[in-house]
């Protein structure tokens, strides 16, 4: 076009322009302003709409650029050379009051301030959330899980199909992406010149270009520098202000798009093909080059066209409404209550918001109008006095940003328009309730708004561009959900609407150690239920899991694993109630077969049992006793030494080892000893013979007890402790603790080395009626279970080469395999023996050694108990995740000393309350590696099924019914049975039955499960 012809054309639009809209303001005195300005933005938008054809032509990236920020190439290009980054931000990581909430928003616009002082930055928050996604959601989380149960032979698919439908009940699918924008308006004016230049340059040098191809030059390279920087300060701004956020590569970024288009059809796998992939040949049947370049991002990011339903646009197998705000709140509020209002109401929305430097930018001709005629309106003397106010604001070096929004909702294509109507006229209400907003229906090209809810899509938007301060739209921004740790794990939680996976043992945490406490009632029994099943089906194979409890509180959790488990496996989980009864006899001096003196670790817990045994129910002890039982321990293992004094076989003593060395014909001498019958075993490949015989070469706690008057160790400690020796006084305690409790004397009978998950019942061993011999005796308890549960625990492949030359081979697989596993070691009840100090002493030292070695041993450590003063402070310091259940103030006031809780996670935990049909309440603090403070604290919920409730019932009328009709019907029907007609328990009609019959409990529980079993087998018949 030339001069002349370009000079007519202005001419005549502003011809045009004077005779529509300043002839009609200056005769109607300003009374068609608005209306006439709204028309010629309404014929400006038109024009764009002309030439632009669905929502693939509003979407802006064209290809990724080739450039990394960090490490990460993360960077797309638009057609017009500037440059988009996609960020994932998962939320924040604390709970916090107003006070560091307001700190945390003042961190955010002190970091991205600088960036919207001048033009050329845009920023886009886009958050979506579905409830209606919850059920696909928990089932996707939920798919390893079902896998792992497969893979282990457990029959509980039913179960956690009953856990996830109930779950999903209470989530929603929801995210949040930040994508961040930098133009050509970010350079300098010699700048954006140079790089036409070049621009124009290259598109002359010969490479085959298309219009359906990608331009895989697009980027400005000047841009490049200012991107990467805006990129990394806005992910140091939310670092700083404790928001987890995570930097998308390009390949992520791209699902992330195609995701929002077509949810349905976009697997985890898909991976789009960009710049720098590998390039084959495509069918192409246009007479260009197209087939042999780089596809169009837009034509993969759109697998199918969108369609105009006149104010809607179906795209996929969904049909979406939008309002966008015409007028912003006039007291802003955080995202958090127009969620709130949202959730409610189960309306699925998404928002997005877009953030541009040029505050002032559209808004020069209304300005310059609205001066002119401001005697013909009182809204032109607002928009003055609103402008002017603006500009003095930043005068005042304030940072006003234009501020853009669009919100869609959805239904399915399979549902009436009505529907969609309604859920967009509750999208409406809520947005005009959000500090008192005014929202409008989009009329427009619903194409650019539908591209505008993308997240990264486009720098455009169908809301008006409003000018707002920076610090009153961040607090605005839907960037305050609880921030979730893991994508995936073994214990699903969640935080109010939003999944919150746990994986135990996770590498983002150092240790795994971990501490809860919880008054009664509070749903801390369960929640190590549910802990210790997603332990085991975290694992490839059945794994260690070892519970010392007090009560039957695990006995459901074990007898799930038995029965669901096929029946030549049963056996390797184990439910004990200790009792001091000859079949529960254990030598803690036993030995891992080969094995002729203790290996470092055993002996370090040798020498703190016998100071259990000599000392208080507090553990004090004379300071000489642990020297004189490391030199009792050392001297009676050499003692026993196959070239010293070995104990003679005998005959009889054990018939299983008597009938295998018959059936292999060995030759018995009257000098044979133990050792040599448990070498001959070895040697025949008959391991469990060779272990019970080497149970009686091994010493015994009597002898090491008779040791201690050995005169060489009578020499060497003359020490007097009220009036007797200090070898006496360890004689003497020792035996009258043999007397007391007979199963620690003689060779062991009680074994579990066959068992993988095993609980351990102390309560009738571990006494609560309180006083010094309660006290003593929960302390010896503990030791013994520690022995019975988790000695084979803390061996290490080193430790082979400490064992006779013909077992090192056989111990180092055997550790070796051991250490591969995963081992989980529980203490539950800490009240009963927290006060000892060699028993803590023992704790303390395994949690020692799993911060400074866990990822070595693969063992997990838990500690709970009913107050968190049982928890001993050494303890508390070296866990890495702690949960608080609940409690009194008092308890929680406590508990934020202890733990180091802020104000506002302490308020949390008051809030905790009763577990009830929503589930149960709880705090959890994990301390990870990578975060700014070094911790995530949230307030979470443990949803589960009333399947998996039943499962792990602790009540003792509830687990008795539900275990007698676990042996008349099996796992499956009783928990189908009892958690659809059952779901709040049984308890109080087995107390009513009681008074009615005058029974007893036992009565009542029999009476009951007889009406079931008659109610449903009668069903059942009638049925069949």
Request: include cysteine.
């Amino acid at each position: 076009m030339s001069l002349a012809a370009s000079v007519l054309v202005v001419l005549f639009c502003a011809l045009v322009l004077y005779a529509a809209v300043v002839l009609p303001m200056a005769i109607g005195g300003g009374r068609y302003a608005w209306r006439l300005l709204e028309f010629v933005e309404a014929i400006s938008a038109g024009i764009d709409i002309a030439f632009r054809r669905g929502a693939a032509a509003w979407f802006e990236p064209v290809t990724a650029d080739f450039d990394e920020v960090d490490g990460v190439r993360c960077a797309f290009a638009s057609g017009t050379g500037a440059l988009m980054t996609l960020i994932r931000v998962r939320g924040v990581s604390k709970v916090q009051d107003a006070e560091e909430i307001g700190a945390r928003i003042n961190t955010i616009q002190s970091g991205l301030s600088s960036y919207f002082a001048t033009g050329g930055h845009f920023i886009q928050v886009r958050f979506a959330f579905d409830p209606e996604g919850g059920d696909a959601l928990t089932t996707r989380v939920m798919d390893p899980l079902r896998r792992s149960a497969q893979r282990l032979r457990l029959d509980i698919d039913f179960l956690l199909e009953n856990w996830s439908r109930r779950l999903g009940q209470f989530v929603a699918d929801q995210d949040t992406f930040v994508a961040v924008w930098t133009t050509s308006g970010a350079l300098s004016t010699s700048m954006q010149r140079r790089e036409a230049s070049r621009a124009r340059a290259e598109a002359s040098n010969g490479v085959p270009m298309s219009a359906h191809a990608a331009n895989v030059h697009a980027a400005l390279p000047s841009l490049r520098a200012p991107h990467a920087a805006y990129v990394r300060s806005t992910l140091e701004a939310f670092r700083e202000a404790g928001i987890l956020a995570d930097l998308l590569d390009v390949h992520t970024a791209a699902r992330v798009m195609r995701r929002s288009v077509v949810p349905d059809t976009t697997p985890d796998q898909w991976r789009p093909v960009l710049a720098g992939d590998p390039l084959r040949p495509r069918a192409n049947l246009r007479p260009d080059a197209s087939g042999a370049l780089y596809p169009t991002l837009a034509e993969q990011i759109f697998p199918v066209s969108p369609l105009k339903e006149g104010e809607f646009i179906v795209v996929g197998n969904r049909r979406y409404a939008f309002v966008y705000m015409s007028l912003w709140p006039q007291q802003p509020k955080p995202f958090g209550s127009l969620i709130a209002a949202l959730q409610r109401s189960g309306t699925p929305h998404i928002v997005s918001f877009l953030l541009s430097g040029d505050a002032l930018g559209g808004t020069g001709l209304k300005s310059s109008l609205a001066s002119v005629f401001q005697f013909g309106s009182e809204n032109n003397k607002m928009l003055v006095q609103g402008l002017e106010e603006i500009q003095q604001r930043i005068l005042r070096n304030e940072t006003m940003v234009g501020a853009q929004a669009v919100f869609a909702t959805w239904t399915s294509v399979d549902e009436a328009p009505r529907r969609l109507r309604e859920r967009q006229a509750a999208l409406a209400g809520a947005i005009a309730s959000w500090g008192s907003c005014e929202p409008s229906s989009v009329i427009g090209d619903a194409a650019l708004a539908f591209t505008a809810t993308m997240p990264g899509a486009t720098m455009r938007s169908p809301a008006p561009r409003t000018p707002a301060p920076l610090d009153e739209i961040v607090p605005m921004l839907p960037i305050e959900r609880a921030a979730p740790l893991w994508e995936d794990g073994g214990v699903l939680y969640r935080a109010g609407p939003r999944l919150f996976p746990y994986r135990q043992g996770s590498s983002l945490q150092s240790a795994p150690v971990v501490v809860g406490f919880a008054s009664m009632g509070g749903g801390k029994s369960v929640n190590i239920g549910i802990s210790n099943l997603g332990f085991v089906l975290e694992s490839d194979a059945l794994p260690y899991l070892s519970i010392s409890d007090i009560g039957p509180s695990s006995k459901g959790f074990i007898k799930l694993l038995q029965m669901a488990l096929p029946a030549h496996e049963q056996h390797l989980a184990q439910y004990h109630r200790l009792r001091y009864e000859p079949r529960f006899t254990t030598n803690v001096f036993d030995l891992p077969l080969g094995g002729d003196r203790p290996l470092p670790s055993h002996e370090k817990f040798l020498v703190n049992f016998l100071c259990v045994l000599c000392g208080t129910a507090s553990g004090a002890t004379d300071e000489a006793i642990p020297g004189l039982a490391t030199a009792c321990v050392k001297a009676v293992y050499e003692d026993r030494l196959p070239v010293n004094q070995p104990r003679r076989y005998s005959r009889g003593v054990n018939s299983e080892v008597d009938a295998v060395l018959g059936g292999l014909g060995v030759e018995i001498h009257p000098y044979t000893t133990w050792y040599d019958v448990r070498d001959v075993l070895f040697d025949a490949g008959q391991l469990h013979a060779a272990t019970l015989a080497q149970r009686y070469a091994v010493p015994t706690l009597s002898e090491v007890a008779s040791r201690a008057q050995d005169a060489i160790i009578s020499s060497s400690y003359k020490k007097e402790v009220n009036g007797e020796s200090i070898t006496y006084f360890f004689f003497r305690k020792i035996a009258e603790a043999i007397q007391r409790i007979p199963i620690l004397d003689g060779a062991s009978r009680f074994s579990l080395d066959d068992a993988r998950v095993i609980a351990l019942d102390l309560d009738e061993v571990a006494p609560n009626s309180g006083g010094e011999a309660s006290g003593w005796l929960a302390a010896v308890a503990v030791m013994l279970s520690r022995h019975l549960l988790a000695s084979r625990f803390f061996l290490m492949p080193e430790d082979a080469a400490l064992f006779p030359t013909k077992y090192r081979e056989f111990q180092r697989e055997r550790i070796t395999r051991m250490r591969e596993s995963p081992k989980k070691l529980v203490y539950d009840e800490l009240q009963r023996f927290s006060q000892n100090a060699a028993v803590v002493g023992q704790f303390v030292a395994d949690a020692g050694t799993m911060v400074r070695e866990g990822r070595k041993w693969n063992l997990y450590l838990e500690f709970y108990s009913q107050l968190i003063s049982h928890i001993p402070d050494d303890i508390v310091k070296l866990s890495f995740t702690r949960y608080v259940f609940g409690g009194s103030r008092a308890e929680i006031i406590e508990a934020g000393k202890k733990l180091h809780l802020s104000d506002a996670a302490q308020a949390a935990c008051l809030r905790i309350g009763k577990p009830g049909r929503h589930g149960a309440n709880f705090v959890a603090a994990y301390r990870v590696a990578g975060l700014r403070d070094g911790e995530s604290v949230q307030f979470l919920t443990s949803t589960t099924g009333p399947f998996l409730l039943w499962a792990l019932e602790t009540s003792p009328k509830n687990a008795a019914v539900r275990d007698r009709l676990y042996d008349r019907w099996g796992v499956r029907r009783t928990i189908e049975i009892l958690g659809q007609h059952y779901p709040g328990g049984v308890e109080e009609a087995v107390v009513a039955m009681a008074k009615e019959l005058g029974d007893d409990d036992d009565g009542a529980i029999q009476a009951m499960v007889a009406k079931i079993v008659e109610r449903f087998d009668a069903a059942a018949g009638a049925a069949a």
